[in-house]
């Protein structure tokens, strides 16, 4: 079936660096897509969200790329702080059925 | 504004128990629904409702009930715990299905 993944399961990056973050999704037709933030023994934490109709969507600190070409999704964190260690996982929706990847386990050295 | 609220946070359970896990939000979201979390897999929806009184299967329903009698609270129930439900259950709301979701924090549940 159809299924969310992410192309590492871990991430370290030095304090200061940027984080890119990558997600592959294989349902050509999903028009929506979240990522989440989820931190040790928490509930998940939307961050930022994207419509197909889009290509890139800017927060603070965060910006998601979406390339429907490839079917690829990416989450970038500008100047990554120790706060931002946690797992991060995106989510795909068709349908009002949402998807979830596992999820890629991002550490910053101090 | 208390957000998506769960209880217990942690439970162990004897194979062949019942119990259920509670989940309530104040944000007057009328979809709700339920997860299960297992290590190197992504969320899996268990069971969902998009209003009192409706409520609908999700990807892994078997073993589990749930009831939507008011717009604030989801309960899920397990008829009969098995180990393979060892897992840690999240509930969600939103104001839409395709819409943001907002989390509670979570429930951890070991059978035994």
Not at chain 1, 31 to 53: A, H, L, T
Not at chain 2, 17 to 27: E, I
Request: hydrophobic fraction near 30%; charge should be neutral.
């Amino acid at each position: 079936g159809e299924s969310v993944g992410l192309h590492l399961p871990t991430l370290s990056v030095q304090e200061g660096d940027n984080s890119i973050i990558n997600c592959a999704y294989s349902n050509s037709a999903s028009d929506y897509f979240i990522w989440y933030k989820q931190e040790s023994g928490k509930g998940p934490q939307f961050i930022i969200d994207i419509r197909s109709n889009m290509d890139k969507r800017q927060g603070q600190r965060v910006t998601v790329l979406l390339n429907k070409t490839v079917k690829h999704l990416s989450l970038q964190i500008a100047a990554t702080q120790p706060g931002d260690s946690a797992v991060y996982f995106c989510a795909e929706n068709y349908n009002n059925d949402m998807r979830f990847g596992a999820g890629t386990r991002l550490t910053v050295k101090p | 504004n208390a957000g998506v609220t769960q209880t217990p946070k942690f439970q162990v359970l004897k194979t062949g128990q019942s119990m259920t896990l509670q989940c309530a939000q104040d944000m007057n979201h009328e979809y709700m629904s339920w997860y299960r979390q297992d290590p190197g897999m992504g969320l899996r929806l268990i069971h969902y409702s998009v209003g009192a009184g409706i409520t609908d299967q999700g990807e892994v329903p078997n073993g589990y009930n749930v009831s939507r009698s008011t717009t604030e609270d989801f309960p899920l129930r397990l008829l009969s715990a098995a180990p393979s439900q060892t897992s840690v259950y999240f509930c969600a709301s939103s104001s839409g299905q395709a819409n943001e979701q907002f989390f509670g924090p979570g429930t951890r549940l070991t059978v035994l």
